[in-house]
């Protein structure tokens, strides 16, 4: 029995069938493999900006100013661009097709920044690379989404999240490792071999895609390692409670006149800039500004941040997928990154502080695949409406989720956190802050809307049972007044 409570406790809930036991262990080796595989080389390859900034690229192209600000400003532009096309893409091209395809283009344009001589030439492929790379994160979460039950999605989804931060890990490791043997190599720095790698390590994995990668359950999926009796289980296993619609215009009055669409994006918005700290490096570049810390030392150092938000994300997806509550996941990151700003915002704190306030700032990373979760079990109910908030493959109104953060994205850095305000970001600790409490307040909103429409439901179907019993109980009347007569 106590097996049985930490099995369910760490893996979710436990198989009722054989079947189903067989089903969850090929879902997890071939489908969650890829979407864990493709992630981190997602992140690796956007990652990588980051540490070749602070490990030569920024002399060798003459940055200056607010130029590295910029790379990321542009690459998420060409995001923001690339997640409409690609969701139309994926309408017409599977999934299994598409993304592996996405990832051969930006592990191309990986090889390509090995190249440039400027800074200039940097901007176009990073745009290009943010429209290839548009097409993984939302997608992977709907294909989660299709294939397992809300008790096993929050592992799931924080085991995809961590790969991500485990590229964004590996890639200040890789970097500093690269700089210290590979510096100069055949005339070229260190920084560039950064990029070469990178794209030999993407390429390989996409590969492995195009063999393993699934559509969803309701489709005809062709893959080799599910039967026939999967297949048709994998459908009926998440369709008992599922409300399916023909596709129509009372598509957009539904997703339109709820609250989930409008409630989950707002929520992704504003929680998403909790983790400023780590896609800005900001303690990669206080490191390098304050100029007592080698190169090596300035890659390895913020990794610490990253490894802290892999530990927050793999421990409360395990607790919030046991106990269904999302929310106090999100209260626990802002307590944790309101903390770290205040210790950073007090700049006459010793350096150990600032150090453990940048680790502590991890924990932002936690909120991610929580969200994506929540947002799951929200629209669970209705397949399409889940497919317009979580930027399906199917819908026509094919807005992301994402969409609205990095919409933000495009800006916030620029304002909050410009590298020339290093190595205090003064301003940003004071953003971080404020951004807190609206995640907080966004997040009880939430909470109680969501409460709401199961209350309603619970209400509506005590209705439609006492309907069923006064029906059932009428023709016994009826033969009680006949024989009375």
């Not at 091209?93 to 990832?103: A, S």
């Not at 094919?398 to 609205?404: D, L, N, T, V």
């Amino acid at each position: 029995m106590r097996w049985q409570f930490v099995r369910e406790f760490l893996w979710g809930e436990i198989p009722s069938s054989k079947l189903e036991r067989r089903l969850l262990f090929k879902l997890d080796w071939f489908i969650l493999s890829y979407c864990c595989l493709m992630y981190f080389t997602n992140y690796l390859d956007r990652a990588n900006v980051n540490n070749a900034y602070v490990s030569g690229m920024k002399e060798d192209l003459n940055m200056q100013g607010n130029d590295f600000n910029k790379i990321n400003t542009i690459f998420t532009c060409g995001y923001i661009v690339g997640m409409i096309p690609n969701n139309l893409m994926l309408q017409v091209v599977p999934p299994r097709l598409w993304f592996p395809l996405m990832q051969i283009v930006w592990g191309v344009l990986t090889f390509c920044s090995s190249s440039v001589h400027n800074v200039q030439q940097l901007y176009a492929i990073r745009f290009f690379q943010g429209i290839s790379e548009a097409s993984t994160f939302v997608g992977t979460h709907y294909i989660l989404g299709s294939w397992y039950k809300p008790g096993e999605l929050g592992k799931r989804s924080g085991i995809f999240t961590s790969s991500g931060l485990a590229g964004t890990l590996f890639s200040g490791v890789l970097q500093a490792a690269v700089y210290q043997h590979l510096q100069g190599v055949s005339g070229r720095s260190g920084w560039r071999w950064l990029f070469i790698i990178d794209g030999i390590i993407t390429l390989p994995i996409a590969f492995y895609g195009f063999l393993v990668f699934p559509d969803v359950p309701s489709s005809t999926t062709k893959v080799f390692y599910l039967n026939e009796e999967e297949r048709a289980f994998s459908q009926d296993r998440l369709d008992s409670d599922v409300v399916h619609h023909s596709l129509s215009w009372n598509l957009a009055k539904r997703v339109l006149t709820r609250w989930r669409w409008y409630g989950c994006s707002l929520l992704f918005a504003v929680s998403g800039e909790t983790e400023s700290f780590g896609s800005n490096n900001l303690m990669g570049q206080w490191l390098s500004a304050i100029g007592s810390y080698t190169v090596e030392q300035v890659d390895y150092y913020p990794s610490g941040v990253t490894a802290f938000g892999i530990a927050s994300t793999l421990v409360c997806a395990t607790w919030t997928d046991y106990t269904r509550a999302r929310w106090p996941v999100l209260v626990y990151m802002c307590f944790c990154c309101t903390v770290a700003a205040i210790c950073i915002l007090v700049w006459s704190s010793p350096t150990g502080l600032k150090f453990f306030a940048y680790y502590l700032a991890g924990a932002a990373y936690s909120g991610q695949a929580t969200t994506f979760a929540w947002a799951n079990q929200i629209c669970a109910d209705d397949y399409q409406e889940r497919a317009i908030v979580l930027a399906s493959m199917k819908a026509l109104l094919s807005w992301k989720i994402s969409m609205w953060n990095n919409a933000v994205n495009a800006w916030w850095p620029l304002l909050f956190y410009p590298a020339t305000d290093a190595p205090r970001f003064k301003k940003g600790m004071i953003a971080m802050i404020c951004t807190c409490a609206a995640t907080l307040g966004v997040t009880w909103l939430v909470w109680y809307l969501e409460r709401r429409d199961k209350r309603l439901a619970a209400r509506e179907a005590m209705m439609h049972g006492e309907q069923l019993r006064e029906q059932s109980a009428s023709p016994v009347e009826q033969d009680k007044e006949i024989k009375s007569d």
